[in-house]
């Protein structure tokens, strides 16, 4: 279901259109709502039409992302509920320093901010480990980081452990296209399925760490780096741009990696040339 690409169409449809796509009956969403089926029913076959706070109501009981809540109050009629600004604009400012904050505090370990189609919105200087061979045009903005790390012009030759990294990645997009019905991260998955896949480099190696979580492995000069992922959103936002962003940050998984990490950040700051610190 693509919803996006279909404008005009009636709320009963859209609203029809998720509740399958979440796999809940009239029933189930009703209950959930505090609403009667019959009338649930009505909405869908455009019987009756609901109050915008009605619809926020279903819409948030179908966990929807904020631009399809407004998607839906639109299609049914009334103004949108959610506002939707620019980074750059001064109502964001407070916003825009706590993330440089985080950033900037996780130096020297590698963090970047995304937008909701995994788009590069800022980075920190420790970014650079990971960009350093990639080809110009997966560089020139604007940065899709999932192309970088799985392009075999990207990341993706340096990436110790592609099979099961690239799997991960993919598990991720592919649960937040179905969460989304976003057709642009529905291309984008079929875009990095059709990248080598990495099955040549051979089967990870089975330590403590593969164990417990997913590590990112990554070969820097003669030294194989371990990396730990994390991914920060930001609570109860109540902008659509906001809703979409999150901090996706690397902490080191052991201590050869944290000295590399923190050895190439003295090296940058001395201005001294540095491998892999462009």
Sequence with gaps: MTTRTRPGRPVGELLRDWRRTRGMSQLDLSIEAGVSARHLSFVETG?????????????????????ERNTMLLAGGYAPAYPSHELTDPQLAPFRAAVRQILDGHSPYPAVLVDQHWQLVEANPAVALFAADAKPHLLTPPVNVLRLSLHPDGMAPRIVNLPEWRAHLLARLRQQAAATSDPVLSDLLDELRGYP??????????????????????????????FISTTTLFGTPLDVTVSGLAVEAFFPADPVTAAALHALAALHALGTPAAGMA
């Design 47 to 67: 019987r009756s039409r609901p109050s915008p706070d009605l619809i926020l109501r279903l819409a948030e009981r179908l966990d929807l992302p904020l631009a």
């Design 197 to 226: 896949s990495g099955d040549d480099i051979g089967a990870p190696t089975s330590d403590e760490l593969s164990r417990v979580v997913i590590p990112l492995r990554y070969r820097h000069g003669d030294r194989e780096l371990a």
